[in-house]
């Protein structure tokens, strides 16, 4: 059977920026099938890198992403993930000194490095309202966006074969 980590990225204490952790937990609150494992990473993209040492075959994040459309507007994309091997030695200090991996695009970075990253890689992202907003809570469009960023997960996985019903 197929193994698919899913991981909803975040910070909740920045308005729209929690939308894949609040995805994350709207997910956990139904039943999850055998073979796949839901974690809310949060802004700690570190805990996805040491996750992924126990191997999966795909890995879907969910997270709020800039791209240029009306907010709540969801979308699934394979991200291109930077070669570190590719870089200079002054590239890889600034890209890869955050102990953290705030970023889902650092984090995937470093598990390519560390061999850990699945060849089969989705980012379920939520164009948000206001990522910068102090405070809990996703704007009304994002909430909105959030049973259908979760379906758009259980498409994914039931693409790898494995059974999700809605």
């Not at 705030?102 to 598990?111: G, K, S, V």
């Amino acid at each position: 059977m197929p193994k698919v980590l899913v991981a909803g990225v975040g910070n909740v204490l920045r308005g729209d920026d929690g939308f894949g952790v609040v995805v994350a937990q709207r997910l956990l609150a139904r039943s999850v099938p055998d073979g796949v494992r839901i974690l809310d990473t949060g802004i700690g993209g570190i805990h996805l890198v040491q996750a992924l040492f126990d191997p999966v075959d795909a890995l879907i994040a969910i997270d709020a992403v800039d791209v240029a459309s009306p907010p709540g507007t969801v979308v699934v994309v394979r991200p291109d993930v930077r070669d570190v091997a590719a870089m200079s030695a002054d590239e890889r200090r600034d890209e890869l000194a955050d102990m953290h991996y705030a970023t889902p695009e650092r984090a995937f970075m470093l598990a390519a490095a560390l061999g850990v990253l699945p060849e089969t890689l989705w980012v379920v992202g939520c164009q948000p309202l206001d990522a910068q907003r102090l405070g809990e809570g996703l704007s009304p469009a994002l909430e909105r966006s959030v049973d259908a960023a979760a379906a758009e997960v259980r498409r994914l996985v039931q693409g790898v074969g494995i059974v999700w019903p809605d």
